[in-house]
């Protein structure tokens, strides 16, 4: 097969098209509106001559008041997005009548009246060029070309120069407003990290020595701050009480959330009476005073495990509130503490939540995790699962150290996935006894 050969660049091309390419190539890589403005001007000027130019605005201003935003004149640039209050603002005149005027202007017999309020911008001018420069419809800005001599514009290029112009003007407002994006993100992502920051400062910032126990904790949010929480508990009978939860949704509402959950968690006091039911009530007290004091309902809902350890006789009594069970690691057997289930909390005002209770032994492990683990995601879109997990755990050694339980379970979910990023926060809890 022939292959038509490669053209060269600019050939057959007239100067003025390879002047304009070259333009829009700079045009293209430029990031600072100022800059651009004042390289294309210097362009523009080589390319359609003039010795004076004007810009003008209406914007935030009523008829028939314009600000004057840049002047070839001016020893000092001003930046019109930055400094705008070292704009002159003036009232009516001739500019006041082209710029409200709405329409492009060419004046190859211009005399400019000393009583115009802009006299001293166009005194020594004799034709001008005026050129709308269009926003929702309407001509907020102008561009002004002025030469010295009469008849300096040519009628018949003031079509392109309205295009030109336009597609300039419409250019640098693009760029001013992808800066002002940057900008407020920027601020944003600032923002969300201090809540991030003081999210993570709700969390044990060490994790506490109990008599026979071995625990490791790993937390990651999916973005700057998260929903998942997890605290310990300790108790006046010397029990341990042990939480995990998880918010619904990702995120700074999830993490406003998960502080009103910590805070409320931190003011149970106790159960009024039957010791036993202990983690039930602890879930009742929570649940009631996020449905009847902060009313999430109609938002977000909190999933919860609960537990009570003690140390002295290992049992553990515990009460869920539609979270994952957590997985009890023995002997190489595998087994779902989910003998005491219930609603999330804050869906409705009277859940019924139960307790069991279950006997640990020396060398069992307990694993506790959110969602945002199983539901780990690769590259195919297929999730991680809770099946794979439960038989990662199985393979687990026996008395191996929990750091090393969460480090295998971290490591097998990063090479499922892929690579693909957490779109969901990830929090684990390993907890041996001895």
Same mark, same amino acid.
């Given at each position: #097969?022939?292959?038509?050969?490669?053209?060269?660049?600019? @050939?057959?091309?007239?100067?003025?098209?390879?002047?304009?390419?070259?333009?829009?190539?700079?045009?293209?890589?430029?990031?600072?509106?100022?800059?651009?403005?004042?390289?294309?001007?210097?362009?523009?000027?080589? #390319?359609?001559?003039?010795?004076?130019?004007?810009?003008?605005?209406?914007?935030?201003?009523?008829?028939?008041?314009?600000?004057?935003?840049?002047?070839?004149? +001016?020893? *000092?640039?001003?930046?019109?997005?930055?400094?705008?209050?070292?704009?002159?603002?003036?009232?009516?005149?001739?500019?006041?009548?082209?710029?409200?005027?709405?329409?492009?202007?060419?004046?190859?017999?211009?005399?400019?009246?000393?009583?115009?309020?802009?006299?001293?911008?166009?005194?020594?001018?004799?034709?001008?060029?005026?050129?709308?420069?269009?926003?929702?419809?309407?001509?907020?800005?102008?561009?002004?070309?002025?030469?010295?001599?009469?008849?300096?514009?040519?009628?018949? *290029?003031?079509?392109?120069?309205?295009?030109?112009?336009?597609?300039?003007? %419409?250019?640098?407002?693009? #760029?001013?407003?992808?800066?002002?994006?940057?900008?407020?993100?920027?601020?944003?992502?600032?923002?969300?990290?201090?809540?991030?920051?003081?999210?993570?400062?709700?969390?044990?910032?060490?994790?506490?020595?109990?008599?026979?126990?071995?625990? @490791?904790?790993?937390?990651?949010?999916?973005?700057?701050?998260?929903?998942?929480?997890?605290?310990?508990?300790?108790?006046?009978?010397? *029990?341990?009480?042990?939480?995990?939860?998880?918010?619904?949704?990702?995120?700074?509402?999830?993490?406003?959330? #998960?502080?009103?959950?910590?805070?409320?968690?931190?003011?149970?006091?106790?159960?009024?009476?039957?010791?036993?039911?202990?983690?039930?009530?602890?879930?009742?007290?929570?649940?009631?005073?996020?449905?009847?004091?902060?009313?999430?309902?109609?938002?977000?809902?909190?999933?919860? +495990?609960?537990?009570?350890?003690?140390?002295?006789?290992?049992?553990?009594?515990?009460?869920?509130?539609?979270?994952?069970?957590?997985?009890?690691?023995?002997?190489?057997?595998?087994?779902?503490?989910?003998?005491?289930?219930?609603?999330?909390?804050?869906?409705?005002?009277?859940?019924?939540?139960?307790?069991?209770?279950?006997?640990?032994?020396?060398?069992?492990?307990?694993?506790?995790?959110?969602?945002?683990?199983?539901?780990?995601?690769?590259?195919?879109? *297929?999730?991680?699962?809770?099946?794979?997990?439960?038989?990662?755990?199985?393979?687990?050694? %026996?008395?191996?150290?929990?750091?090393?339980?969460?480090?295998?379970?971290?490591?097998?979910?990063? @090479?499922?996935?892929?690579?693909?990023?957490?779109?969901?926060?990830?929090?684990?809890?390993?907890?041996?006894?001895?």
């Amino acid at each position: #097969m022939t292959r038509s050969p490669r053209p060269t660049p600019g @050939a057959g091309h007239s100067p003025r098209v390879d002047e304009m390419v070259e333009l829009v190539r700079e045009l293209s890589s430029q990031t600072d509106p100022q800059k651009m403005v004042r390289d294309f001007g210097d362009r523009f000027q080589r #390319m359609f001559p003039y010795e004076g130019f004007l810009a003008l605005s209406r914007r935030d201003l009523a008829a028939p008041r314009y600000r004057i935003t840049r002047h070839s004149g +001016w020893e *000092k640039n001003i930046n019109p997005w930055k400094q705008r209050d070292q704009l002159p603002v003036l009232e009516g005149g001739i500019l006041g009548e082209l710029l409200y005027g709405d329409l492009p202007v060419l004046n190859n017999d211009f005399t400019p009246d000393p009583a115009d309020p802009a006299y001293e911008y166009l005194k020594d001018y004799r034709s001008f060029q005026a050129v709308p420069h269009y926003h929702d419809g309407v001509g907020t800005n102008m561009a002004i070309n002025f030469s010295n001599e009469p008849a300096a514009f040519d009628p018949e *290029k003031l079509a392109d120069q309205v295009l030109t112009h336009n597609l300039f003007g %419409r250019t640098t407002n693009n #760029m001013v407003l992808s800066q002002q994006l940057r900008a407020a993100h920027a601020a944003l992502d600032a923002e969300l990290q201090t809540v991030g920051d003081i999210q993570r400062s709700l969390l044990p910032q060490d994790l506490p020595e109990i008599a026979g126990v071995e625990i @490791a904790a790993h937390y990651a949010t999916a973005r700057r701050a998260g929903g998942d929480y997890y605290d310990l508990f300790p108790r006046a009978d010397g *029990k341990w009480g042990i939480l995990i939860a998880d918010v619904s949704g990702h995120g700074t509402p999830a993490a406003v959330v #998960m502080a009103v959950t910590h805070a409320v968690a931190h003011t149970y006091a106790g159960p009024d009476a039957d010791e036993a039911c202990a983690p039930c009530a602890m879930l009742s007290y929570i649940n009631e005073r996020l449905v009847g004091k902060y009313d999430v309902r109609t938002v977000m809902f909190v999933t919860a +495990w609960y537990g009570v350890y003690d140390p002295a006789t290992r049992k553990l009594d515990y009460a869920t509130a539609g979270h994952p069970s957590p997985r009890l690691c023995r002997d190489g057997q595998l087994r779902h503490l989910d003998q005491a289930g219930g609603l999330p909390l804050g869906i409705t005002a009277h859940p019924r939540y139960d307790t069991a209770t279950f006997q640990l032994e020396p060398d069992d492990e307990l694993v506790l995790f959110t969602d945002g683990i199983a539901e780990a995601f690769n590259l195919q879109r *297929k999730q991680y699962g809770e099946p794979r997990l439960d038989e990662l755990l199985c393979q687990s050694p %026996r008395g191996r150290p929990p750091a090393d339980t969460l480090r295998a379970i971290l490591d097998d979910v990063e @090479a499922f996935a892929q690579g693909v990023p957490n779109d969901d926060d990830q929090t684990l809890m390993a907890i041996r006894i001895r």
